[in-house]
């Protein structure tokens, strides 16, 4: 009941083609070929980057409102901290005073 089933492995169907004998060559030395001289200076194909000054605006106007956006985000989580913080305190002093009364 307990016995683990071993799987048994499927013989392939259709055409069983037989592996390739593979036979060993001798390797002979040649001269070494000479490498070819290093060019001095080539021309990028990249072209450069040109910065203009509406691209230069752009740029300034977009980091601005990443900062922003996030800066925006982090101050909206540590107000709902702090509005977190404070109903809590609210209520402990609530249930505190609640119960010393008793």
Known sequence: MLRPKIPTMPQPTGLVT???????????????????????????SRPAVQLTPGTALALVGGGTA?????????????LAVA???????????????LLTRR
Not at 18 to 39: G, H, K, L, R, Y
Not at 66 to 78: P, Q
């Open 18 to 44: 037989p592996p390739a004998v593979i036979e060993p060559t001798a390797v002979t030395p040649s001269a070494p070929t000479p490498q070819p001289a290093p060019a001095t200076t080539q021309a990028s």
């Open 66 to 78: 990443v900062v922003l956006a996030v800066g925006a985000v982090l101050v909206s989580m540590l």
């Open 83 to 97: 509005v977190t913080a404070t109903s809590t305190a609210v209520c402990a002093v609530v249930i505190r005073s």
